[in-house]
Structure formats: structure tokens, C-alpha cells
């Protein structure tokens, strides 16, 4: 029986993030029951085509998922549980914002069934948070870390780094007090100028300046040093983890193991009748919802994935892992030899430069070759 991993969008936030491009909605009022009734109904008509499946993990996204009633949390978790086959030690992931009246309802969450929380801290320091338009305060980044690790066994935070005026010595204090807090797992992003954005708009105008390029590789590089004291290993390119902290539902993700997408903007690569099927559902939240009311689902489109897009897809997802990519998983998930989808000679002066190497039947970036890993595979794959 094939393991599956299963997303659940959540597509609201209390206010949209000045950075951010993600599919989130701001409504006065969110539709609780209605979205509930939605994202039940769209999981068992995704359940029902995919046929017996062994569940790997669960992960709650979005939008704010602990916006969420909690009692949608546990029925989505109870459906899943009649509709599949569950790892023993399933993974059951939720987002959170670190706000007061969230971190208060960790409780109901963790009797629902969540068993880790990733919350999305972003930053300890005041300025920052205000600066990325947070809605929660430094202080409640602080406590809602507190209480997590009181309630839930598995925890990780995110934060951004790459931001207008930061310094080193600055990040790695920021780094120790989180970490000092939460030593588990911890998601790591550049701040990125994304299209569509506020930010995008007070960039051009020159009102944000974003550190130059060796600043914000001398500030990851920090990262994995200050990490590394807290016993945390960079298992891929932006996640460091404490030994068996991993996050087991982004490991599908970079391995291209099948993972089924539900709600609004979701997407997904499912195996069904001998075929990978890239999926996607509607990315506007009502509009979704009216369509699994008259249809049962929001897809927008179900496509077979080509054997060269598998190959890429794979690829670009594999190297960023610190294990790699394993060439006979590779042969088995694409129906290609490794090296008809590399370069050969990009892969030879890749290999001579140190920026990957090949051995025990594995490909496997280098940490010179993850620092300029973008450019790197637009030139390394086919």
C-alpha cells in the first residue's frame, strides 16, 4: 500500500502579510461552517478515487490554520483516520500564528490530535515584526513558544532572515533566544521581493533595501553555526532539525513521494491507474467552496506529469535535501536514468569545483553548491 501525504489549505489570515504571496484571504468574517462542510467533503471524494492508502502525515497550511474551529481540526483528523490507513506514528502538523488568543487554544488543537505545531515567529525583535507587518508582538512570539512546548511533543518555528538592516551579531542573538526556547526544528527563510506584493511596490520606490548578497550568505551561514550548538543538522537547504525532528510530511515533498492536496489553491502528485497526476483545486476561496458543493471537489486541472517534468521536478526537489537524490529511486519514480536527466558536463565541473558529488549510488549537493543552488540546477538539469 503506497504512503500518502495529505495537505489541508486553510486559506484566511487576519491580515495579508506585506511580503507575502501566498494563496491567504482576509475576510471580515470566515465562513466556519461552510469550509468545514467543504474540505470534509472534498477529502472523501479524494479518499474515494485514490483508493487504500497508508497515511504518512497530515499537515494543516495555509492562510492561518489556527484560525481554524478546533473542532474542524479534529474532524478532518477523524475523517482522515476512517478514510485511510495510518502510519503508526503518523505526523499530524499544524500552522500557528503566535497571537495570545491562538496560543490559548494550543490545548484544543493537541486533543484534537496535532502532535507538532510549526508556528510562524518570523521574528524576536520588535522593529522586525513591525517592519513585516506581524500581528503579534515579540512577547507573544516568546510565550506562544513557551506554551507550545508544553503541550505538543514536536514543535518548529520559521523565521526570516535577509532583512532591511540586519546584522550578524544581531542574528545570532535573535537565532540563541529562539533556540533557547525551542530546540527542535526551525524553517529558515529568505525575505524576497515576490510580485504582486506591498513590498514589491515600496522596493521600487527604494523605501526597502534588502542586504546584498554575501551580507545574506554570511547570515545563513551563521544559521546552520548557531543551529549546530543546539544539536540541529541542516537536513535541506532552509531546515535544520534536531536527530528524528524532521519534518516527516516535507520530506514527501523533497523526496516526490505522492502527496494529496484538499482546499482552496491546494495542489498535489498522486499515482492513480498507473499514471502521476499533477492536481490543482480553485485558488479563490468561495468559489472553491461552491464547487465542492455542486461536484464534490475544486479541482481546476488533473494533468499527468511527463516523464522529463518528473525527472526535473524530482531533481529540483532531491538536492535540496542534504541525503540527495537516490538513483534508484530516481529510476523508479521517473522511468529515466539519472544521468539522461543531468547535463554531463555541467555535472563534471560541478563535481570538479566541489559544489555536488556523486557516491553510494547517490547525487548530493554540496554546502558550496546549496549556497548557489538556484543557479546550479537552472544549468545542471536537463
Known amino acids: 500500500m503506497d504512503t500518502l501525504a495529505l495537505y489541508i489549505h486553510w486559506p484566511f489570515c487576519l491580515a495579508k502579510c506585506p511580503y507575502c504571496d501566498f494563496n491567504s484571504h482576509v475576510r471580515e468574517r470566515i465562513p466556519q461552517a461552510r469550509f468545514r462542510d467543504a474540505l470534509r467533503r472534498e477529502l472523501a471524494w479524494e479518499a474515494a478515487r485514490l483508493g487504500p492508502r497508508r497515511l504518512g502525515s497530515i499537515f494543516f497550511g495555509g492562510g492561518t490554520p489556527s484560525l481554524m474551529q ?14 485511510f490507513a495510518w502510519e503508526s506514528d503518523i505526523e499530524i502538523t499544524l500552522e500557528a500564528n503566535p497571537t495570545s488568543v491562538e ?37 507573544q512570539a516568546v510565550a506562544a513558544l513557551e506554551i507550545a512546548r508544553r503541550i505538543f511533543p514536536r514543535i518548529s518555528f520559521d523565521l526570516i532572515y535577509a532583512r532591511p538592516g540586519q546584522t550578524l551579531p544581531d542574528w545570532r542573538a535573535e537565532l540563541r533566544r529562539a533556540l533557547d526556547l525551542a530546540a527542535d526544528h526551525l524553517s529558515l527563510y529568505q525575505l524576497t521581493i515576490e510580485p504582486g506584493t506591498v513590498f514589491e511596490g515600496a522596493f521600487r520606490r527604494g523605501e526597502i533595501v534588502l ?5 545574506a550568505a554570511a547570515l545563513y551561514e551563521a544559521t546552520a553555526e548557531e543551529a549546530a550548538r543546539y544539536g540541529l543538522a541542516p537536513y535541506e537547504v532552509s531546515n535544520y532539525a534536531a536527530p528524528g525532528a524532521e519534518s516527516r510530511h516535507n520530506l514527501a515533498y523533497w523526496r516526490y513521494r505522492d502527496y494529496a492536496g484538499i482546499g482552496p489553491g491546494a495542489h498535489g502528485r498522486v499515482s492513480l491507474n498507473g499514471e502521476l497526476l499533477a492536481t490543482r483545486r480553485h485558488r479563490a476561496p468561495e468559489p472553491w467552496a461552491e464547487r465542492v458543493e455542486r461536484h464534490g471537489h475544486g479541482s481546476t486541472s488533473e494533468e499527468p506529469v511527463p516523464q522529463t517534468d518528473r525527472a526535473r521536478e524530482m531533481l529540483l526537489m532531491g538536492l535540496r535535501l542534504t541525503e540527495g537524490v537516490d538513483e534508484q529511486a530516481f529510476a523508479a519514480r ?3 536514468a539519472l544521468d539522461d536527466a543531468l547535463e554531463p558536463d555541467v555535472l563534471a565541473q560541478a563535481v570538479a569545483e566541489g559544489y555536488v558529488a556523486r557516491a553510494s549510488g547517490r547525487l548530493v549537493a554540496l554546502p558550496e553548491g546549496r549556497l548557489r543552488l538556484d543557479s546550479l540546477l537552472a544549468a545542471l538539469v536537463r
Open 70 to 83: 478546533p473542532e474542524t481540526v479534529a474532524a478532518l483528523i477523524e475523517d482522515a483516520r476512517t478514510l
Open 103 to 139: 496560543a490559548g487554544r494550543f490545548v484544543e488543537f493537541r486533543a484534537a490530535g496535532v502532535n507538532r505545531v510549526s508556528l510562524g515567529v518570523q521574528s524576536l525583535e520588535e522593529a522586525a515584526l513591525r517592519r513585516l507587518g506581524r500581528q503579534h508582538s515579540a512577547v
Open 211 to 215: 542586504p546584498d548578497e554575501d551580507a
Open 334 to 336: 521517473t522511468g529515466m
